[in-house]
């Protein structure tokens, strides 16, 4: 039974003291208490889905399907809001859930796929039922309930695969008959009351279940293939058995078959349906496939659980949902010839999740009557055998219906067939059949490349002409051709190029192999470097910026580089510097040439703050006078830079005048001179003018004066 809804508050609570760990809940109560949270979300209670649990590998991951349906598609669900027992999805590196789609049972409709963490299957120490909660894009909830056990594996077990006739195979004799034997469509009747003959059975009870009946309205829809009735039975959330059982059918020939419709929405490999008969007037039943019978389309296609105490555990059935009418194709067993045949129709659940339940529509039997029927196995197709141009190939015998008389067949099985196809007839008298063998050669030819080449290029060229060797090949057919490309005698560019080998046979399987031819440029490029320059010094520097010509390089591959160092418009001290260029090519061959730069210091010292003290020698009482003459030297260049004095004046040093006496100056050193203090009386004032002369290592000189005077009169 389902548990009350509770307070969200309680479930919030709940949720928190699960999460730190202080209580701890089976699973069931686990499921009832996500289911309670999500619908207090969303205020209502969550569809109930299909969900089925995949081949997984437990140490790392459990796969989980969300079956989609005609009225529902399970790509609309958000993967982040999904949880499995109570544990959310694995998510990738970038931080986006894991998913992917496919048609996993195989209904037309994709099929949303999640994976869990291992720790999914520690819920119990054997298989379990767990709930799977989650949300739609547009914030509908869903839910659906499947099994799990530590080993990885679906509890229900595998899916059988659904069997096929291949009636383009068979050869039917024209005095075949075929006749609808049996056919009931419960049309005839007013629900929920069955047609004539026809009754039903409850082996287990429960409270929500309601036995065979048949019905025109409710779900699953559509309610029936032929309208307006259809004969229907509930799948509830109990444990219960109900047999829906047909009046008896008198088969006359060995190749009877049985068709009907049916639309079906059961838990998936917890609640089934199966077909069983009985030939002893219903003393006894057997499944349909115990009884010799086959599928020949819409098979089981599940296996019921039998972890749950359904009634037909372990067996295989009808299960999940169909959305649709769905076609069952039943071959009767030749047994059954001279017999009547009671159907019955059994649905089983087991104690949890409920579903809509089973419609079955369309009945027929169609029983048909051969005097031969021989019918070979289907077209076979088939590898080589190892190193063969072939393969020794044994089919089964053909199988024969009616009165047939004995069968040979030519080739004979175990025969060797080659490569291609071969149409084997097989014969019974006057009835044949056919079918082919064909042997496709999927044995790739086995090839060999040669020994990686390496070589240098040829002169002057950014490559060589290369020829290597030839490839060996093998192959269990003839006609096996071999192509390399680039070919043996092309060129090869400098660097490495990979030469992929091909051998394909006649049936166009291939094998590839590479090996590669290493052409190494060896030849250095040739570089000429300009002439030597010659400059004077940029004004106010110890040197120049200097732009020169640039070297000329050539090389046998694209690619080369000429650097020179210092490089052109570069500031060259005064002197002679040597500028190295270098040419390398892209395999890093170079070559070198040099060049002079001589930079000539041309200009001279700068003198300033030239003054004399005193600047005026009075009296003029013929006596000498120490002069200081103040100034500074500076230049561009770094060395010594020497200055010296010189003395002239505008009147001569000896003279007519009374008192004047010779000499008249003495340069003392660079900074002091001696001048007498005297002038002409005819004249108008004796000057004097003091040159101060530096000198720098480069031997340029300037020169700046300054004066003294002695006045006429004071």
Partial sequence: MKCPKRPATFVTMLTILLAAGLMTLPSSTLKTVASAAQASSVNEEPADVDIQILDSQPQRAVKVAILSSLHFDSTSVDPASVTFGGMSA?????????????????????????????????????????????????????????????????????????????????????????????????????????????????????????????????????????????????????????????????????????????????????????LEVSTDGGATFQDILAAGGSFATGGYNGTISTNFNNPIGGRQAWTGTSTVFLTTIVNFPASFAGHSVILRFRRATDVTTSRQGWRIDTISVDDVVADCVLTCPANITVSNDPNQCGAVVNYPSPTTTGTCSDVSCSPSSGSFFPIGSTSVTCTAGSTNCSFTVSIQDTQPPTIDCPANVSVGNDPGNCGAVVNYPTATVSDNCPGVVTNCNPPSGSFFPVGTSSVTCTATDAAGNSSSCTFSVAVQDTQPPTINCPANVLVGNDPGNCGAVVNYSPATASDNCPGVVANCNPPSGSFFPVGTTTVTCTATDAAGNSASCTFSVTVNDTEGPVISGASANPSSLWPANHKFVQVTVSYTSADTCAGATTCALSVTSNEPVDSTDDGDTAPDWIVVNDHIVKLRAERSGMGSGRIYTITITCTDASGNSSSRSVTVTVPLNQ
Wanted: overall charge negative; hydrophobic content about 35%.
């Fill in 90 to 274: 694995l998510r990738k590196q970038g931080g986006g859930v894991k998913v992917s789609v496919k048609d996993v049972n195989e209904d037309g409709h994709l099929d949303l796929i999640l994976q869990f963490p291992p720790d999914v299957l520690n819920i119990g120490a054997g298989p379990t039922k767990v709930s799977l909660e989650a949300l739609t894009h547009a914030g509908a909830g869903i839910r659906g309930v499947n099994c799990v056990q530590p080993s990885g594996e679906p509890c229900g077990g595998t899916i059988i695969p659904v069997i096929e006739r291949n009636d383009g195979a068979r050869r039917f004799k024209t005095q075949s008959v075929q006749a609808v034997t049996f056919s009931e469509n419960f049309d005839g009747v007013t629900p929920p009351d069955l047609p004539t003959g026809w009754s039903q059975t409850t082996a287990t009870d429960c409270v929500n279940s309601n036995p065979w009946a048949t019905s025109n309205a409710g779900l699953p829809t559509p309610v029936a293939d032929t309208a307006p009735n259809a004969a229907f039975v509930n799948s509830p959330n109990c444990l219960s058995d109900e047999y829906l059982q047909s009046p008896a059918i008198a088969i006359s020939g060995s190749a009877a078959t049985l068709t009907f419709r049916q639309n079906r929405s059961m838990e998936t490999n917890f609640d089934g349906g199966v």
